[in-house]
């Protein structure tokens, strides 16, 4: 079966009138799915003692080489003076450890201590279950297509 043009669902849309807009606008969906995915999950995250923030930036840091804060801000999608502030508190706690980049000293990077690993390993397990059970009524298949998709237009924006 032929695939109808890229974009030709949401011109469809449009033309069809009628509906309210944010029904069938794409960013409206998005922010819906994504507070339908973190409205729950977000009372687990305070009841270990994090902040939003603090999860995204610990769960970022999880398995990965230490990252200058300019990347880390722009992956937890938060601006940089904010996240400057952040991991300074988080390393004051121990929960990341900060230096300098040996390749650019303007620049500091952080990586996530084991205290910080301890901190964050139960709450990655239990988001991920309960991922699992928001997209319970999507197959495997589907899944993977919508996460595939999901970071094709994370790329081209």
């Known amino acids: ?8 669902a949401t011109r469809a849309a ?13 960013g409206y969906l998005l922010g ?12 687990v995250v305070r009841e270990a003692g994090l902040s939003s923030i603090e999860w995204r930036v610990l769960a970022t840091l999880t398995g990965q080489p230490p990252m200058p804060v300019g990347q880390l801000a722009f992956e937890v999608l938060s601006q940089q003076p904010t996240v400057t502030k952040l991991v300074q508190r988080l390393a004051a706690q121990g929960w990341v450890a900060l230096c300098d ?17 301890k ?16 997209l319970g009524t999507l197959s495997a298949a589907e899944v993977r297509r919508l996460k595939d998709q999901l970071r094709q237009l994370a790329q081209a924006g």
Do not use: C
């Open 101 to 117: 980049d040996p390749t650019d000293q303007r620049r500091t990077l952080v990586s996530i201590t084991p205290i910080g690993q």
């Open 14 to 26: 449009a033309e069809r009138g009628g509906a309210h807009f944010t029904d069938d606008y794409l």
């Open 32 to 43: 819906q799915a994504n507070h339908a995915l973190f409205k729950d999950f977000d009372a």
């Open 1 to 8: 079966m032929e695939q109808p043009p890229r974009g030709a």
């Open 119 to 134: 901190k964050v390993t139960p709450l990655i397990a239990q988001a991920r279950e309960h991922e699992a059970s928001v």
